[in-house]
């Protein structure tokens, strides 16, 4: 995806030429694209304290101008991302709040209850009245996904994934399932992928009742030692903008990449991070990886605290034309050098996601880049999709953009200012 220019060229007209006209088929700034230099250089720009305990999710509206986020001290967020300003804060005490997910409207979202009762809550930003209630969860929602297509949404708990639809407080039917499922609606809307455990699921919207067109384990085309496959505890799914491949975040030290029309081949293991969360962890959301918006980068946080980049595009490409690193299946050939100090084990690669030495031939794939972000670890991370800009969250949330002195751009974004250059 294509990133719009932020740079505003109107305020900048000279007042001796105030009555030129301009021209009357004036293109628009060309769109920023990311590359791995651009990414490199994510800094932080501003870092909210709104928060007393952990941010457990995070989501941006529609439009990139709003992000909303919960935690765990039962609050409500929402931030303006054009602004770099806090807008709201609203509260959920008697019921807990988690996994709030903004609707295609950003004056609404809809979020799971965390006590009280399993109730989905469909609730106006507005005026903090809620709209509608959803009731059949029999246990905690741990998964809650919006439909790019339309008002449907599905929502996944330990005894079932149900499908809803904001318009009906009904459900619109129901998967049963044993664990805690991941889930993910395709760009189209049309396809939804369910993963429990280390097995990858994928239903067709419209005859999802007829069970599964697809199914395979997570990373058992990949040379790694058996023990990975049984230990993958998979907590998120996202598909990529083109929908032709599935981020599998889990709760160990490797997140994977799916081919989303052929789910028995999986294409990368990222590792390199250090893991987050156990399969215990009830506020668990899966939101520590996610895919830049143009498909071609996975970030994700860490125990550590910072953020780690992998370029899925160049590995793609080194993969199909058979040049790996000599990392092995340990990435025992020493550190990386370059820009990408800290990253464990890493393959010796530039820094930039340009050369080699980060792909294996076992299909493990390493960081090209670390970000240093929270003191404590980067729960939740992700990719506005309209603007150029990146958030983590920990007890605090950061919001990231590209230094424009070192990729020579001015027409980003300047949240340490609270507004635009």
């Not at 932080?44 to 709003?66: C, H, P, R, Y």
């Not at 506020?283 to 994700?300: I, L, N, R, Y």
């Not at 300047?414 to 507004?419: A, I, L, R, V």
Request: charged share 20%; proline share 5%.
């Amino acid at each position: 995806m294509d990133y719009s220019s932020t740079n505003n060229n109107s305020s900048s007209i000279n007042n001796n030429s105030s009555h030129q006209q301009p021209p009357l088929h004036a293109q628009p700034p060309p769109p920023v694209v990311l590359t791995p230099a651009l990414l490199g250089s994510l800094k932080v720009s501003k870092i909210f304290k709104d928060n007393t305990q952990i941010i457990t999710s995070l989501d941006f509206d529609d439009t990139g101008a709003k992000c909303v986020t919960s935690a765990q001290d039962e609050s409500l967020h929402v931030y303006d991302c054009v602004t770099g300003k806090l807008d709201k804060t609203l509260f959920s005490k008697k019921y807990g709040v988690h996994l709030a997910r903004f609707t295609h409207r950003s004056t609404n979202v809809v979020y799971a209850s965390t006590k009280e009762d399993d109730t989905l809550r469909y609730l106006s930003l507005h005026d903090n009245k809620y709209i509608r209630y959803f009731r059949g969860h029999e246990k905690k929602v741990t998964a809650l996904e919006m439909s790019p297509l339309d008002d449907q949404f599905l929502a996944g708990s330990e005894e079932a994934v149900r499908l809803w639809d904001l318009r009906s407080p009904n459900c619109q039917g129901a998967l049963a399932v044993e664990g805690r499922p991941a889930i993910a609606f395709d760009p189209s809307g049309l396809v939804f992928a369910v993963a429990l455990g280390c097995t990858l699921r994928l239903y067709d919207v419209k005859v999802f009742d007829q069970g599964p067109f697809d199914s395979a384990n997570i990373g058992q085309s990949l040379p790694l030692p058996l023990n990975y496959s049984t230990s993958i505890y998979a907590t998120q799914l996202e598909f990529s903008s083109d929908g032709k491949n599935i981020l599998v975040t889990t709760a160990s030290d490797a997140h994977y990449v799916v081919d989303a029309f052929k789910p028995a081949n999986t294409r990368f293991r990222l590792i390199g991070h250090y893991y987050n969360y156990t399969g215990n962890d009830v506020f668990q959301s899966g939101g520590e990886a996610c895919w830049t918006p143009d498909g071609k980068f996975v970030v994700s946080g860490s125990r550590d605290g910072s953020i780690y980049v992998w370029d899925i595009a160049k590995a793609m490409a080194d993969q199909a034309a058979g040049i790996f690193g000599g990392a092995g299946s340990n990435g025992s050939n020493g550190g990386i050098n370059g820009s990408v100090s800290g990253v464990p084990g890493g393959g010796g690669a530039g820094g930039n996601g340009q050369s080699g030495g980060l792909l294996s031939a076992n299909g493990e794939l390493r960081p090209f880049k670390v970000l240093k972000a929270h003191g404590t670890p980067s729960h939740i991370v992700a990719f506005n999709p309209k603007y150029l800009m990146m958030v983590s969250g920990s007890t605090e949330l950061a919001f990231w953009e590209p230094d424009p002195n070192s990729v020579g751009m001015d027409a980003l974004h300047d949240f340490s200012k609270g507004g635009r250059h």
